[in-house]
Structure formats: structure tokens, C-alpha cells
T-cell receptor, first 113, second 113 residues
Framework: DQQVKQNSPSLSVQEGRISILNCDYT??????FLWYKKYPAEGPTFLIS?????DKNEDGRFTVFLNKSAKHLSLHIVPSQPGDSAVYFC????????????FGTGTRLTVIP | EAGVAQSPRYKIIEKRQSVAFWCNPI?????LYWYQQILGQGPKLLIQ????????DSQLPKDRFSAERLKGVDSTLKIQPAKLEDSAVYLC???????????FGSGTRLTVV
């Protein structure tokens, strides 16, 4: 039962253009959403997050948008840089005592110089 | 601050053998997680500790997997006996609390042959 879904396994973008990574979720109890970036042979690193009380959060080149009614969030990277090439995981956390993260399957972003 | 330390980085064992992984979380982080990431999938929670108590181990295959966090600091995850399908990266993460992004270690890549 995949509660967080990333339907695009890969994405290629030209350097300087916008990268848009999408994520859908099914559990309406999720109240906190995060994006992680993962390079090969390393653990995922936290990138940006958003609470369900907001619809947008921005941090430099990275912006996350949340559409609660559609149970959809997206990560925008502008402008994309070759160093952004990595696997991006969407994750969600719910209002439970466990506070564990549910991850999507990841999207591999390749930024072409 | 020092990150989450994990060892070993790589391990190759034969099926039916046993293996143990070690994790030292960020100092002061009360919550510790073990995740399993199978190739091509997102990380999946195995067990969550709050200090030295188990909060959630519902996804841990308890017939072969065990974990402990003595003294509420470092933790070990053991598999005995290992199966071929246990081949994965085992990630340890720690967090100071709810609605905070986790910090992941680099993981241990286990190959069962």
C-alpha cells in the first residue's frame, strides 16, 4: 500500500531551466511533507518541508507547493544546476504518535549542462 | 554537529548467515529510526525508538530481525538468518522530535548471496 507516490521515475532538464518534481499522497491525515535529496552511496539529505497549514514554502532556488484538496505536492527548482542531479524523495508524516515518514519511490533528476 | 554514524558501509553475506548493523545518532536526538531501502524503492520504516523504548515496530519482520537501543543512544539492528530478499540499504536516522526533518546516516548496503 503505497501512500506516497512519485509517478515519474526520472526527469531530465537543461541547466538554467525549471525542474518540477511531483508527488501524490492518499492519506488525508498526513500533516507535514518533506523532500529529500539522495546522491549515490549517501543517505538522503533533507531539502525542504511544508506544513499542511501552508500552500507554499520557499528556500532559495527550491519551492514546495502543496495542494491539499488534490493531495498533491510539487518541488520546483529554479534555476536548475548540474549539482542538482540526484534522486529526490517525497515524504509525508501524519498526526500519529509514531511520527514516522512515508516515502515515495523517488524521481531521478538529471540536469544537463 | 556530527552526523548520524553507521557501520559497516558494506556487507556481503550468504543466506542463512547473521549480520548486525550499528548506528550512532546525532547527540541529543531522542528519536532513532531504522529504514530499509530496496533498490528502486523508497525507504521503508522498520523500527522507531524514542529514547530506549520502541514506538513502532509494526513493519519489522520479527521472526528474523531484531533491534535494540540500549541506554537510549546508539542502536544495533540484527538479521538472523538472512534471506536473499533482505538485500538492501539499511538507513539509520535520528530526529529531535515531531515535524522535524530526519538526519540520515550514509547507510549500510547489505548483499545476501
Amino acid at each position: 500500500d503505497q501512500q506516497v507516490k512519485q509517478n515519474s521515475p526520472s526527469l531530465s532538464v537543461q541547466e538554467g531551466r525549471i525542474s518540477i518534481l511531483n508527488c501524490d499522497y492518499t492519506n488525508s491525515m498526513f500533516d507535514y511533507f518533506l523532500w529529500y535529496k539522495k546522491y549515490p552511496a549517501e543517505g538522503p539529505t533533507f531539502l525542504i518541508s511544508i506544513s499542511s497549514i501552508k500552500d507554499k514554502n520557499e528556500d532559495g532556488r527550491f519551492t514546495v507547493f502543496l495542494n491539499k484538496s488534490a493531495k498533491h505536492l510539487s518541488l520546483h527548482i529554479v534555476p536548475s544546476q548540474p549539482g542538482d542531479s540526484a534522486v529526490y524523495f517525497c515524504a509525508a508524516m501524519g498526526q500519529t504518535g509514531a511520527n514516522n515518514l512515508f516515502f515515495g519511490t523517488g524521481t531521478r533528476l538529471t540536469v544537463i549542462p | 554537529e556530527a552526523g548520524v554514524a553507521q557501520s559497516p558501509r558494506y556487507k556481503i553475506i550468504e543466506k542463512r548467515q547473521s549480520v548486525a548493523f550499528w548506528c550512532n545518532p546525532i547527540s541529543g536526538h531522542a528519536t532513532l529510526y531504522w529504514y530499509q531501502q530496496i533498490l528502486g524503492q523508497g525507504p521503508k520504516l522498520l523500527i522507531q525508538f524514542q529514547n530506549n523504548g520502541v514506538v513502532d515496530d509494526s513493519q519489522l519482520p520479527k521472526d528474523r530481525f531484531s533491534a535494540e537501543r540500549l541506554k537510549g543512544v546508539d542502536s544495533t539492528l540484527k538479521i538472523q538468518p538472512a534471506k536473499l530478499e533482505d538485500s538492501a540499504v539499511y538507513l539509520c536516522a535520528s530526529s529531535p522530535g515531531h515535524n522535524y526533518g530526519y538526519t540520515f546516516g550514509s547507510g549500510t548496503r547489505l548483499t545476501v548471496v
